[in-house]
């Protein structure tokens, strides 16, 4: 059986590299694939956490589809406003979308 401790090793590596992407990229579309990294790596954690602390207990496991639901509708609704920001300005750059800015 794999340790708790190398899950938890993979997951921090995972967010690691999400909080990396959402720091250094400037494209929109980038930087919600390094949030789905970002709650992918959660989704590793409650998962590993759910199966060490005993199977019978489900709460992890419920978590995780909570996690799974919120992820696809970040990812749903984040793409619907880049594809509109797109149509209006030709680009995804974040330094360029300044159309709140009044």
Do not use: H
């Amino acid at each position: 059986m794999i340790p708790l401790s190398w899950y938890l090793i993979v997951a921090a590596a995972l967010f690691c590299i999400g909080l990396y992407g959402v720091l250094a990229r400037r494209n929109a579309v980038a930087m919600l694939m390094a949030v789905e990294l970002m709650l992918n790596a959660v989704n590793i954690n409650l998962v590993a956490f759910w199966r060490y602390s005993g199977p019978e207990n489900p709460a992890g496991m419920a978590w995780a589809v909570f996690v799974f639901t919120v992820a696809a509708a970040e990812a749903a609704v984040g793409l619907a406003l880049i594809i509109s920001i797109y149509r209006q300005r030709d680009s995804v750059i974040t330094e360029e979308l300044d159309i709140l800015k009044y």
